[in-house]
Nanobody
Framework: VQLQASGGGLVQAGGSLRLSCAAS?????????MGWFRQAPGKEREFVAA???????????YYTDSVKGRFTVSREYAKNTVYLQMNSLKPEDTAVYYC???????????????WGQGTLVTVSS
């Protein structure tokens, strides 16, 4: 299984970016959870958002409080890709963003077995 994250870049505060995470080696339906995490300079990696499989056509979504109402996580099964749409970006959103996938129950970070390489998001003030 490989996860390829892309879409990062430099954006002004208030702007938008869409991150993509393309999975290969397994279809999205084979993962219980697909998540996004981020790590800002000098800080620990933190959870941002995740989807949890519900059925062949639907899934649950979860967000950390600081991004609720601004970020949207989604799955596109046809492209085997998970997206993170980020709107109203703030300088504090600056970080390397990682996508991750889990086949295990439970939401803890340690249950994510597969990780992408990370994509840098920089938000200027």
């Amino acid at each position: 299984v490989q996860l390829q994250a892309s879409g990062g870049g430099l954006v002004q505060a208030g702007g938008s970016l869409r991150l993509s995470c393309a999975a290969s080696g397994r279809t999205l339906g084979g993962f219980v959870r697909m998540g996004w995490f981020r790590q800002a300079p000098g800080k620990e990696r933190e959870f941002v958002a995740a989807t949890r499989w519900s059925s062949s056509s639907s899934y649950y979504t979860y967000y950390t409080d600081s991004v609720k109402g601004r970020f949207t996580v989604s799955r596109e099964y046809a492209k085997n890709t998970v997206y993170l749409q980020m709107n109203s970006l703030k300088p504090e959103d600056t970080a390397v963003y990682y996508c991750a996938a889990s086949t295990l129950p439970g939401s803890i970070e340690g249950n994510y077995e597969y990780w992408g390489q990370g994509t840098l998001v920089t938000v200027s003030s």
